[in-house]
């Protein structure tokens, strides 16, 4: 960890010249962290990753959440509270009014600028479910992308129960930048898709389905062992994971 005197070395190096000011930003960069007692808010780490650090609510109390809350929005900088139930918005809300929330998502957010929604732009991500059940997933992830300031395309319930369905969306596939994929039971849409279109898939199994598909585990082998190279794959339920590597891939 950095003291007040080697950050002030490090500046006084700058100002003689004796350190440049890409080298001082390169020693800078992994500042600063907040200590809270029970959290260590890394206020850099978009600098570090392109990602803001993001609230995940389960486990915290009301009183963390706001005291972190507070912290992020005197940064300036997005928020982001994934998982979080819809009594604890409500809480929340009353002390930040800036807050929005997702109920499908459940993800609450606020974002400091950026984009509107556009489909069928060459800029926007594609999100598409093979099923209704599988938009939970897909709203964490859509939102989280807004919340970054990204255009979204929402394109749900597609599967290969009825895969005719999935043509008249070709057009705004085609036209993505990236595409994830979500999809439960059997998991199959994401090499349905892979196959059919050039841009990136990011594939989420979802633990939609009935027992034999073991809460996601049958959609997370099928997609991990998709005949059409070039598939990505996060965790069962991971739409946030899905959109932060989507950003990563495309920014």
Request: hydrophobic letters at 40%; a positive charge.
């Amino acid at each position: 960890m950095y003291s007040e005197q080697s950050i002030k070395k490090i500046l006084s190096n700058v100002q003689t010249k004796k350190l440049s000011l890409n080298g001082a930003f390169k020693k800078l960069k992994h500042l600063p962290y907040e200590d809270l007692s029970f959290a260590r808010l890394d206020h850099h780490r978009h600098i570090r990753q392109g990602l803001p650090e993001v609230i995940y609510a389960p486990g915290k109390s009301i009183k963390q959440m706001v005291r972190i809350v507070a912290s992020f929005k005197k940064k300036k900088g997005s928020i982001i509270i994934t998982r979080l139930e819809e009594a604890d918005y409500r809480k929340l809300k009353k002390k930040f009014s800036f807050l929005l929330y997702s109920t499908h998502g459940k993800i609450a957010y606020y974002k400091t600028g950026g984009k509107k929604d556009n489909n069928g732009s060459k800029n926007t991500i594609a999100v598409i479910t093979a099923g209704t059940g599988d938009i939970p997933v897909a709203e964490e992830a859509a939102i989280t992308l807004e919340a970054m300031n990204q255009q979204v395309s929402r394109i749900y319930d597609c599967g290969v129960a009825g895969l005719h369905r999935l043509f008249d969306a070709l057009p705004l596939l085609h036209k993505a930048k990236a595409i994830i994929c979500i999809a439960g039971m059997e998991g199959a849409l994401a090499s349905v898709i892979a196959g059919l279109v050039e841009r990136p898939v990011i594939a989420v199994p979802t633990s939609v389905g009935y027992g034999a598909s073991f809460s996601g585990i049958a959609p997370l082998l099928t997609m991990l062992n998709s005949c059409v190279p070039g598939v990505a794959v996060v965790n069962i339920d991971n739409g946030f994971g899905a959109a932060c590597f989507a950003l990563k891939i495309t920014d």
